[in-house]
C-alpha cells in the first residue's frame, strides 16, 4: 500500500550545523507535502509545505527539496538550535477530494550543544 | 486565539468501559481527523471528516467511532476499549481550501488497563 516513510529514526547534528531529514514516499497520487515538527509533549506544527509543481521552497532557515522522479522530499535546517530538537513527520497528501493524508515515522532530530 | 482543544489529556480506563475523547476547534474548518500516534509506526488515521455529518474511515477505524453534529465539534468514541488502543490520539482539523496545512490539538494518552 501507499506509505510515506522516514531514512532514519534519529539524527544528531552539533548546534550551528545544517540538519538534513529525508523523507520517501510511494504514493504517485501525492501532490502536496508537508513538513510538521513534533515537540515533547505537543501535537505536531507545521514548518514548511511544497506542491508537487516545485522542487525547493525556502522558509525561515528552512529548505524543502521535492524529487518527484525518485519520490523523495528532504527538509534541511540551517544553523541548527537547540529548539530545533525535536521529532519531524513528512506527510503526503492526495490530489483531489478531501486530502487523504499519509505521515511518515518521524525522524527525531536531537541537537548536541 | 486559533486552536484545536482536546479533553482530557490524559486518560486511564479499564477494558470495556466506554469512554469519548472530545475535541473542538475554534477556526471554522470544515475537515476534522483523528490520529493515533504508536511508537515506530507515527500517526495514523483512525476517521475522518469532511463536513457536518459526513464522516469516512481512515487507515485505522476498528474499535472507534465518530460523530459530526456541529462544525466545530468532532468527538472520538470507543465503545468497548481495549489495551491495543492504548495510545497517544491527536485531532486535527484543516480548512476546505484544496491542501492546507492541519491543525493539531495536545494530544489525548489513552491507557486502557
Known amino acids: 500500500g501507499e506509505s510515506v516513510g522516514l531514512h532514519l529514526p534519529t539524527l544528531s547534528v552539533q548546534e550551528g550545523d545544517n540538519s538534513i531529514i529525508n523523507c520517501a514516499y510511494s504514493?504517485?497520487?501525492?501532490?502536496?507535502f508537508i513538513w510538521y515538527k513534533q515537540e515533547s509533549g505537543k501535537g505536531p506544527q507545521f514548518i514548511i509545505d511544497i506542491r508537487s509543481n516545485m522542487d525547493k521552497r525556502q522558509g525561515q532557515r528552512v529548505t524543502v527539496l521535492l524529487n518527484k522522479t525518485v519520490k523523495h522530499l528532504s527538509l534541511q535546517i540551517a544553523a541548527t538550535q537547540p529548539g530545533d530538537s525535536a521529532v519531524y513527520f513528512c506527510a503526503g497528501h492526495e490530489s483531489g477530494g478531501y486530502q487523504k493524508v499519509t505521515f511518515g515515522t518521524g525522524t527525531k532530530l536531537q541537537v548536541i550543544p | 486565539e486559533a486552536q484545536v482543544t482536546q479533553n482530557p489529556r490524559y486518560l486511564i480506563t479499564v477494558t470495556g468501559k466506554k469512554l469519548t475523547v472530545t475535541c473542538s476547534q475554534n477556526?471554522?474548518?470544515?475537515?476534522m481527523s483523528w490520529y493515533r500516534q504508536d511508537p515506530g509506526l507515527g500517526l495514523r488515521q483512525i476517521y475522518y471528516s469532511m463536513n457536518v455529518e459526513v464522516t469516512d474511515k481512515g487507515d485505522v477505524p476498528e474499535g472507534y467511532k465518530v460523530s459530526r453534529k456541529e462544525k466545530r465539534n468532532f468527538p472520538l468514541i470507543l465503545e468497548s476499549p481495549s489495551p491495543n488502543q492504548t495510545s497517544l490520539y491527536f485531532c486535527?482539523?484543516?480548512?476546505?481550501?484544496?491542501?492546507?496545512?492541519?491543525?493539531f490539538g495536545q494530544g489525548t494518552r489513552l491507557t486502557v488497563v
Open positions: 486535527a482539523s484543516s480548512s476546505r481550501t484544496v491542501n492546507t496545512e492541519a491543525f
Open positions: 477556526m471554522n474548518h470544515e475537515y
Open positions: 504514493n504517485s497520487a501525492s501532490d502536496y
